[in-house]
C-alpha cells in the first residue's frame, strides 16, 4: 500500500519527482498532516453516498482523504502544472474528477448536474488559496447551490470574522453576508506547522451550514445587500451618515433617518452592532422610502 500524499516525506517526494515549485501567488500552502485531514473531512460529516466539491487539490493531500469516504469528488484547480501530478498520486481513486479551471469563473450548477445525478448529498470542502477566501465563499452561497454545506480551511482571522457575533470586534459585512445564507462555527484552529510552505498567518476550520432558507426575510434581496454594504463602507461612521453618502440620495437624508426610526435603530449606532434582523428591518423600511 502507497503511504498517503499527506505527510512530509511523500510530499516531499513528489515535489522533487515533479520538480514543482510553489506560487505564492496562488496561495499554495499543502497540508503535510493526515489528522488534520481527516478532522476536515470528519467535519463534513461525508459519508459513502456523499458527493464532494473541492477547490484547488494541490498535489491531492484532501482529495484522497475525501476519495476513500465519498461516493463522488470532484475538484477545481487552477495550476496546470499540477494535472500530471494529480493524475499520478490519485490513480488509485476511480471516484475523482479534476476540472482544469479557476473556480471563480466556473459554471458550478453545470458541474453538479453532470457529475452528481444520483446524488443528494453535496459538500463543498476545500483548503482554500487564501488569496481569494471570501471571493470563493461568497460565490457558493450566493449561487444558493443545492449543498448540504462547507467546510474549509481558511486563516483564522476570516474564520472569526464570518462567525462572528453581532457587536464583537470582528463582526461585519462578511459575517452578515455568510450568517444571511449560512449556520458559521469555526470547528478548530490550526497551526502552521501542518502546511508546507507554512503561511505566515494562522489557519482555522470553519464551518458552513446552510440553511433551509435564508436567516430573514427581505422584500428585495438585491437591496437588502445594498443596505449592508452600504452600513459597512466607513466603519468610523455612523448607520445615518454611511446610509446617506453611501446609498443615498443625499437628499433624502430625512427619509433615511425616518426608516431608522420605523425599524428602532437608533441612527447614531454604528452598522457592526445591527443583527440580521434589524438589517431586515431596515431594508423593509428603506425600500418604501427610497425606491
Ligand atoms: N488541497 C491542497 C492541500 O490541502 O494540500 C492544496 C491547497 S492550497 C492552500 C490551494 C490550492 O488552490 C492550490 O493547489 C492552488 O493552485 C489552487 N488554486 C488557487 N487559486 C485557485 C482558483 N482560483 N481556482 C481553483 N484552484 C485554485
Redesign the pocket.
Known sequence: MTKDI?TPVRTKEILNKFGFSF?KS??????IDTNVLRNIVDSANIGDTSGVI??????G???EQLAKKAKQVVS????QR?LPVLEETLAPYSNVKIIH????KANIQETIDENFKDIDDLMVV?????Y?TTP?LMKLLEEKLPIRGIVV?IQAEVADRIAAKPGSKDYGALSIAAQYYAQAEKVMTVPATVFVPQPRVDSAVLRLTIREKPAVEVQDEAYFFQVFHASFANRRKTILNNLVHNLGPKEKKDDILEALVEAEIDPVRRGETLSLEEFARLSDSLLKRLK
Open positions: 499527506a506560487k496562488l496561495g499554495q500552502n499543502f497540508l473541492e477547490v484547488g487539490p494541490g498535489i493531500a484532501l482529495t477545481f484547480e487552477i495550476d499540477l479551471s479557476d473556480v471563480l476545500a483548503n482554500l488559496p487564501y481569494v470563493i480551511m
